[in-house]
């Protein structure tokens, strides 16, 4: 017998997955990034940050399969009514992927440029001669998009919110596992 689905329209569960995990992967990145300068110098210090590398790696391969599966599998939903809070809406998701793609390809050009080790076994040579002005730039220029993800991010939580408990149209059951 096939369900029949009651409700607003939903997405698929790999569209809730890869939503939900790279919301916890950009969380656990910001912390750590925020955080590491209170680690000590030394192993402990370099192990978080080869962490965050790898995250930092590991969400911009999350990011590509996001869109891929978003362009060719992800189950599409009719869009919200519109005017400028759709427009707002449709501009605040690009932004979040370009920011978190801009990021990933910030931090490996940092890497590149710096040079690092990789969990204090394995040294990465930087590609170039390693010039410190642009290793300055690329570490501010890092750090703003990350504030600006958090920002962005916290936007559109506040939005989804908004839409919950105050317009009250359950939105956030199209991104929320189904209850049992």
């Known amino acids: 017998m096939e369900e029949i689905e009651t409700g607003p329209p939903r997405y698929d569960a790999t569209t809730m997955l890869l939503h939900w995990v790279t919301a916890v992967m950009v969380v656990v990145l910001w912390v ?100 410190q002005a642009l290793a300055d730039q690329l570490r501010r220029t890092h750090a703003a998009i990350g504030w600006t993800i958090v920002a962005l991010a916290g936007v559109h939580s506040a939005a989804a919110i908004y839409h919950q408990y105050v317009l009250r149209d359950n939105l956030l059951a199209r991104m929320l596992p189904r209850r049992r």
Request: zero cysteines; glycine letters at 12%; a positive charge.
């Open 32 to 131: 750590g990034a925020t955080t590491l300068d209170w680690l000590p110098r030394g192993p402990l210090r370099a192990d978080a940050r080869s962490f965050h590398v790898a995250l930092g790696l590991a969400l911009g391969v999350l990011i590509l399969g996001r869109l891929t599966w978003r362009l060719s599998w992800g189950k599409p939903l009719p869009g919200v009514k519109a005017g400028a809070f759709a427009t707002a809406a449709v501009a605040a998701h690009r932004g979040l992927y370009a920011l978190m793609a801009a990021m990933v390809l910030v931090g490996i050009v940092l890497v590149s440029t710096t040079g690092d080790t990789a969990f204090n076994h394995f040294r990465i040579d930087p590609l170039a001669s390693a010039d």
